[in-house]
Nanobody, 129 residues
Framework: QVQLVESGGGSVQAGGSLRLSCAAS????????IGWFRQAPGKEREGVAT????????YYGDAAKGRFTISQDNAKNTVYLQMNSLKPEDTAMYYC??????????????????????WGQGTQVTVSS
């Protein structure tokens, strides 16, 4: 079992920044692939970024490239999503999710909600123009 707790969401103006945190506890083998997803009202959940904590390999969705950075702090079992140059269209509930396996499995999981077995409760990000 893996427990995930997101934090760091809030309201910012366009152009601002936020850093989201995803604290993981429980079975670390089942949580070495961490993905960030987001879901806006009326839209499907989409993959934002993924990290394989075994070697820090990272993968990004198109909306995140160049603006968002996913990183890890192994000592704290926490994965971060640094979001810069935020836009109103980034407004959504942000979720982190966890899966296990090796680096190749993590790369294949990127962006696929069905590839992750554990989910946090989400943290709201609102960007105003």
């Amino acid at each position: 079992q893996v427990q995930l707790v997101e934090s760091g969401g809030g309201s910012v103006q366009a152009g601002g920044s936020l850093r989201l945190s995803c604290a993981a506890s429980g079975d670390t083998y089942s949580s070495n692939c961490i993905g960030w997803f987001r879901q806006a009202p009326g839209k499907e959940r989409e993959g934002v970024a993924t990290i394989y904590t075994g070697d820090s390999s990272t993968y990004y969705g198109d909306a995140a490239k160049g603006r968002f950075t996913i990183s890890q702090d192994n000592a704290k079992n926490t994965v971060y999503l640094q979001m810069n140059s935020l836009k109103p269209e980034d407004t959504a509930m942000y979720y982190c999710a966890a899966g296990g396996g090796n680096g190749r499995a993590c790369r294949l999981r990127h962006g696929r909600t069905g590839g992750f077995g554990y989910w946090g409760q989400g943290t709201q990000v609102t960007v105003s123009s």
